[in-house]
């Protein structure tokens, strides 16, 4: 089982930006497509973006498109998560997980999750 650790999470101010970083535990992780996704005060986890194990597909939720960038180092077994142009309701803790496929990431089915990282966008 793949361990997961998020960081880079804080507080930032409207309009600014912030990268999100996910340590993976195995030298495999190139097999498993990942995904980030959130949880905003008071409200279920939601979908925010989600990569392939090669990172040649990705796919984002309408809210964040244009904005968030996802990307993979395999190399360093680590998933980023590039955010910009922070508006206060990005405000949740985010959380990455790892999947067989990107269905079942996207999906939010995957077993592998790590313990997420806050990010408060505030003036």
């Known amino acids: 089982q793949v361990q997961l650790v998020e960081s880079g999470g804080g507080l930032v101010q409207p309009g600014g930006s912030l990268r999100l970083s996910c340590a993976a535990s195995?030298?495999?992780?190139?097999?498993?497509?990942m995904g980030w996704f959130r949880q905003p005060p008071r409200k279920e986890r939601e979908f925010v973006a989600v990569?392939?194990?090669?990172?040649?597909?990705?796919a984002y939720a309408d809210s964040v498109k244009g904005r968030f960038t996802i990307s993979r180092d395999n190399a360093r077994n680590t998933l980023y998560l590039e955010m910009n142009s922070l508006k206060p309701e990005d405000t949740a803790v985010y959380y990455c997980?790892?999947?067989?496929?990107?269905?079942?990431?996207?999906?939010?089915?995957?077993?592998?999750w790590g313990q997420g990282t806050l990010v408060t966008v505030s003036s």
């Open positions: 997980n790892a999947a067989p496929n990107i269905a079942i990431s996207r999906a939010g089915q995957a077993n592998a």
């Open positions: 195995k030298d495999t992780i190139g097999s498993y497509a």
């Open positions: 990569i392939s194990g090669g990172g040649g597909v990705t």
